[in-house]
């Protein structure tokens, strides 16, 4: 599994002028697919001259949801076939902050609108088969229209390793695109597909690669590329960032193009899966550790009996901790503390893993945040606000803009 450090696509730092502003989760199913133009209204053409306006609220949701895809990655979305149901911790142990920044994320709300942003929906990039049967993979792809090639940002929705609807979290992915990034919002394989964790990882690198033989089509910088998921989307964000150069995940079509990204943003994502609900109550491990939950068919496939105890080598294979080197680009991790879907801890250990490994890695954990907006479950329905805060976006923007450029 060794890395090929010539695959690594380079590019010189430019350090863009950026707001003050911060990070991102509050993923909402059922999202209206429209982007915040000059006049309030989406657009759907080529990009032309920039445009300002007057800001406005970034689009919200409109459906019921929660953050990286509406469940947690043991979980499964209401309506989804197969595994457990969700599961919503009652108890969460305090986890270590010392190599972490701890924030309180109460400010103003994000705010879109001052630059026009051209959406191309339902872009084909890739038409994998599983188990016999084809399937259309497609992507939503949001390119402000202002001078110069665009950082490309790979947004990657959660789902509970069940669905991936690449509509979810809008508002967040039309913040980032505003602030001068390609945002592409993908779809990939999940369970319900008879997908594992290789297949879902393949798709994403098949994103990126399709969008980097197009990158003159759409106003992209192929030498800058970015991703960034939430959930089930930060467990594959991760794997895809540790996982640069690995051929074993590489298929599919233009293979002529590297997969390989600069930066990661991996919001509230699972690691070690068999310790999801490792900081939770009794009762709540014991669901996120039943036999052929969604996560267990995720590594071992669908309609396995196994649990994600039964085969540790498999697991550890799943691990994006396993596959980090020095080489890696550089990480951004972030978690709420109160977090009753998946467990805080595990983002804090893959940081360790990558800092230990000599990798650019920074974590925020959001003080009494939980995982993201849990209104679809009964949550509180201020939560979630706290992860659409000006102050943490302006940390996921800040991040990007320090490690992409040319």
Not at 264 to 271: A, K, M, R
Request: charged share 20%.
């Amino acid at each position: 599994m060794a890395k090929d450090e010539n695959m690594k696509a380079t590019g010189s730092r430019r350090l863009r002028k950026r707001v003050g502003v911060g990070l991102a989760a509050s993923v909402v199913l059922g999202l209206a697919l429209t982007a915040c133009s000059s006049d309030g209204e989406s657009t759907a053409s080529s990009a032309s001259a920039s445009a300002k306006a007057k800001a406005t609220d970034c689009p919200a949701s409109q459906a019921p949801g929660g953050a990286g895809g509406g469940a947690p990655s043991g979980g499964v979305p209401s309506g989804a076939a197969g595994g457990a149901s969700i599961s919503i911790a009652k108890t969460v142990k305090a986890s270590d902050t010392s190599t972490s920044t701890v924030i309180d994320p109460t400010g103003a709300q994000i705010q879109c609108g001052k630059t026009k942003v051209t959406t191309h929906s339902d872009v084909v990039y890739s038409s994998p088969t599983t188990n016999g049967k084809k399937a259309e993979l497609k992507l939503d792809l949001q390119v402000p229209e202002t001078e110069g090639k665009k950082p490309l940002v790979v947004y990657i929705t959660g789902g509970g390793f069940a669905m991936a609807d690449k509509t979810g979290n809008l508002n967040q992915r039309t913040y980032v695109a505003e602030q001068g990034y390609a945002v592409a919002s993908i779809e990939y394989r999940t369970v319900t597909s008879g997908a594992t964790y290789k297949e879902a990882l393949q798709d994403v690198k098949s994103a990126i690669r399709y969008l980097r033989a197009h990158a003159d089509e759409y106003g992209i910088d192929p030498a800058n590329v970015a991703v960034w998921g939430q959930s089930a989307g930060g467990y594959l964000a991760a794997m895809t960032g540790t996982t640069n150069g690995v051929k074993e995940f590489e298929a599919g079509d233009n293979l002529d193009q590297s997969s390989d990204v600069q930066a990661v943003v991996d919001e509230f994502g699972p690691s070690e899966l068999s310790k999801t609900a490792s900081d939770f109550d009794a009762a709540t491990q014991k669901t996120y550790l039943a036999a052929g939950t969604n996560t267990a068919q995720f590594v071992f496939g669908a309609g396995t009996k196994k649990t994600l105890t039964d085969d540790p080598a498999a697991i550890k294979a799943a691990d994006p901790s396993t596959y980090a080197d020095s080489s890696d680009p550089a990480f951004v991790l972030l978690h709420g503390s109160d977090d009753h879907l998946v467990s805080p801890s595990q983002t804090l250990t893959l940081h360790n893993t990558l800092l230990a490994k000599g990798v650019d890695s920074t974590r925020y954990v959001l003080k009494g945040a939980d995982h993201g907006d849990l209104t679809f479950m009964g949550g509180d329905s201020s939560a979630g606000l706290k992860w659409s805060t000006e102050q943490v976006m302006g940390d996921i923007v800040t991040f990007l803009g320090k490690h992409l450029g040319d």
